[in-house]
């Protein structure tokens, strides 16, 4: 079965740390790029980060940058994301998501959004003190 399947959410105080996984089955992370992307309650989804596997560029939105790190483990064919000192307006949904066809990740940002076709379920972060 093809599939992204998100897990590592949770609560944690301000300055704390999480580590969010997306597994992948049916299928290799080696020949796509994967995105990491949240929603916070009322408000529009966003791109935090994304990894292209194929060359290995990443990029991170400004208000993540130095505090999150994406990582891929080929060996289990999951994709991390490392998140530290949390603040309370990283709280959302963080989902995973991926399209074999026309989305990239440039060190600009990802392109091609809208041939994603894979989404994980999603994991809800909360930060609150």
């Known amino acids: 079965q093809v599939q992204l399947v998100n897990s590592g959410g949770g609560t944690v105080q301000p300055g704390g740390s999480l580590r969010l996984s997306c597994a992948a089955s049916?299928?290799?992370?080696?020949?796509?790029?994967i995105g990491w992307f949240r929603q916070a309650s009322g408000k529009e989804r966003e791109d935090v980060s994304c990894?292209?596997?194929?060359?290995?560029?990443?990029y991170y939105i400004g208000s993540v940058k130095g505090r999150f790190s994406i990582s891929v483990d080929k060996v289990n064919n999951t994709v991390y994301l490392q998140m530290d000192n949390l603040k309370p307006e990283d709280t959302a949904v963080y989902s995973c998501?991926?399209?074999?066809?026309?989305?990239?990740?440039?060190?600009?940002?990802?392109?091609?959004?809208?041939?994603?076709?894979?989404w994980g379920q999603g994991t809800l972060v909360t930060v609150s003190s």
């Open positions: 998501a991926t399209g074999r066809y026309g989305y990239f990740c440039q060190d600009s940002g990802p392109v091609g959004n809208r041939y994603l076709e894979l």
């Open positions: 990894i292209d596997n194929r060359d290995g560029v990443s």
């Open positions: 049916g299928f290799t992370l080696d020949s796509v790029a």
